[in-house]
């Protein structure tokens, strides 16, 4: 496999990807739904069929992953397990609890299944055949891709097709729309009343200025700033997905002049700085060191300004890593492949 590229080098497919439609693919995660999508928007990407595998979060098992045995009860070829049945060709995984999932695939096929994950292991470079990370993060070796910024679903032709046939409900919103992307309390991060206060000051402020708030929020994110941001909405005439008809993720960002995001979701900020538009960040004190780094990077690259009320104008290239990452998962899944026939 090449060698891991240069940070910021990797934007779009080096070229048409081969029709891998044949081959039995699994997706292993916790049903987290960012590693989730990562793994789905690559494997969308390679336009593989895939199943979904989700691993259970029991005691004690959970709590020795990565480096613990996989639960007996989800192992390889266990009837009614979460790895029940043919094993794959080729399994893309994401997630701490996943781990030792892929390790007992990858042993029970005797290393026919072809092996990927997306982020750290945190079990060393050879836990898998590929390993996706972000630049910030520090593993590094010869089967390991680093990239600015993480695989995603928002694709261009997502993109175009959401503009092209525009939501009703966004549509009608006068220029300039701004999505909120709003995340919510993590291991890392709190939002504290004074944070809460912040950002709504400020999104009230850009309201005030003239634009249209779209607003979504996670799964993270606290009934009470749920509530405030929806009176928000309510009171600036703007807009919030209450999870009721169609999600509008992707067309709030494909009819964004502007997006806000905060700073607790680093898949949240590389999906926005796809659509070229300026990306706002409303940064958390105690913000993961890592993900500063990953920030600061799409600073520098005029992606990314500090979120303080008002719209910027900046300039830069839609930054999406995910067709270079599919096309070197590709690679070496098909240099896999001919290993293994040229040792038949």
């Known amino acids: 496999m090449a060698p891991p590229r240069p940070a910021g080098r990797v934007t779009a497919s080096a070229g048409p990807l081969p029709d891998l439609r044949d081959a039995r693919a699994w997706i292993v995660t916790d049903g987290k739904a960012g590693d989730e999508n990562q793994c789905i928007g690559i494997a969308e990407t390679l336009g593989l069929s895939f199943e979904l595998r989700h691993v259970a979060g029991r005691a004690p098992f959970a709590w020795l992953s990565p480096w613990g045995p996989v639960d007996p009860r989800d192992a390889p070829g266990r009837p009614g397990g979460a790895l029940a049945g043919p094993l794959p060709d080729l399994l893309i995984a994401s997630g701490r609890r996943a781990v030792p999932a892929l390790r007992a695939v990858r042993r029970a096929s005797g ?47 997502r993109l175009a097709a959401a503009r092209a046939e525009p939501d009703r409900r966004l549509a009608a919103l006068p220029q300039p729309r701004v999505a909120v992307l709003v995340g919510g309390d993590s291991r890392h991060l709190r939002f504290g009343k004074d944070d809460v206060a912040r950002l709504l000051a400020n999104l009230r402020r850009l309201s005030e200025d003239g634009a249209s708030l779209m607003l979504t929020v996670s799964r993270r994110t606290t009934p009470a700033l749920r509530s405030a941001l929806q009176a928000l909405a309510v009171e600036r005439q703007g807009f919030l997905w209450d999870g009721r008809g169609d999600n509008p993720y992707v067309a709030m960002l494909a009819l964004a002049d502007a997006v806000v995001v905060t700073s607790d979701s680093a898949n949240m900020v590389g999906e926005s700085v796809c659509t070229g538009a300026p990306v706002l960040l409303f940064d958390l004190p105690g913000t993961y060191g890592r993900h500063q780094r990953f920030f600061a990077g799409l600073a520098q690259a005029g992606a990314l300004v500090p979120f303080t009320g008002r719209l910027e104008t900046v300039h830069y290239a839609p930054i999406d890593a995910t067709p270079g990452i599919a096309q070197s998962l590709r690679d070496a899944y098909i240099a896999h492949q001919a290993r293994i026939a040229s040792a038949l």
Do not use: Q
């Not at 290393?111 to 050879?126: E, H, L, N, S």
């Open 111 to 157: 290393g026919r299944t072809f092996t990927a994950f997306m982020k750290d292991p945190r079990t060393g470079a050879r836990s898998a055949d590929f390993i996706w990370l972000p630049d910030y993060d520090d593993l590094r070796g010869p089967n390991v891709l680093t990239t600015p910024t993480p695989p995603h679903r928002v694709t261009p032709e």
